[in-house]
């Protein structure tokens, strides 16, 4: 893990109620990858007086539970970062805290819309956003587990479905800690299979969280984009694409924390995998997602990655490497 460092006592904005927008993230969008946040981020972004700058992982992914990390260290991370590489953002010599330096990407980022509220989405480090921003309203999205996982795979991101699971795990786990410390009226959850049953009704409670009106426009994202008009059959797609016993194990891995939500299990007493199951599972995982890499970046690229990712930042192999790689994965952006 990078060198970390104490927040200086100053380090967090002074932020009133009064603070212009551009300051901080009117509210964040939380939730796990594959639960369909870049969607609501898109309809976000429809209602004339809502900006959505889109994923601002670059702000908290680096961080670990507490402190900052050096600002060398930070900034040498950036330059690798896909998405910070593509913003091109201004030098900031003036920050001389990993702090400042975030909040000041920020204010570029927002400093591009004149809308009355900007928002972003963070999938990693969001409880550490008010850190950074003490007073971030939240939206959090939540899917079926089993969906996630499975649209995890078809990502090539993992082998199987249950090793997939992680991904849901981290985030809900994530985020019944954060809310324990957000006042009821700065955080809202909304069901991703009750978006596209009643988007009227859930995107109304998104707008009242942010002090707005819901607007018929936001609806029509579709047509600025590469996705399809919300349709209901979208969801709960799991009983037909996953075996019975993966939904199984995944339900025993999950059920405390999907039964808050509202789903149900598949079985009522799930059993976890057992131990030739879970070395089976580890084993497809492995060789499943090789081969995804495989046919994305090709054997020797994929090769090279596996040795060079454990080389320091600044090691020109490695950014050499992830340069090529980046340059492959934004061919493939939706």
Known sequence: MPAQTKPAPDSSPKQTSGSPPHDAPSYVLVGPLRAGTTMLHLILNSH??????GEFEEAVTILDNSGWP??????????????ASARNYAPQPQATTYAQHAQGMWRQLASK????????????????????????????????????????????????????????????????TLAKSIPTQDRIVIRYEDLLKNPEHELGRCCE??????????????????YEPLNPK??????????????EIIDALCADLMK????????????????????????????????????????????????VKRFPLTNPLRMATIRQIHQIDTQHLR
């Open 234 to 247: 979208l969801a709960e797609q799991w009983p037909k694409k996953m075996k019975p016993r993966t939904a």
């Open 260 to 307: 808050p939500y509202g789903y149900p299990l598949s079985t009522p007493n799930p059993k976890h995998a057992k131990p030739l199951e879970s070395i089976s599972i580890t084993i497809k995982n492995r060789i499943n997602r090789f081969r995804w890499r495989v046919a994305r970046y090709g054997f020797l690229l994929t090769l090279k990655w596996a040795m």
């Open 70 to 83: 050096k600002l060398d260290h930070y900034r040498n991370w950036l330059s690798q970062h896909r998405v």
């Open 48 to 53: 004339p007086q809502i900006a959505s700058v």
């Open 209 to 226: 969280l942010l002090g707005l009106s819901y607007h018929p426009d936001m609806l029509k994202f579709f047509e600025t984009s590469t």
């Open 113 to 176: 819309h004149g809308k009355k509220v900007i928002g972003c989405n963070i999938h990693s480090r969001f409880d550490r956003v008010r850190d950074l921003w003490p007073k971030t309203k939240f939206i959090h999205l939540i899917r079926d587990p089993r969906d996630v996982a499975n649209s995890c795979v078809g990502m090539g991101w993992y082998g199987h479905p249950v090793k997939a699971t992680s991904i849901w795990l981290d985030t809900a786990r994530r985020w019944n």
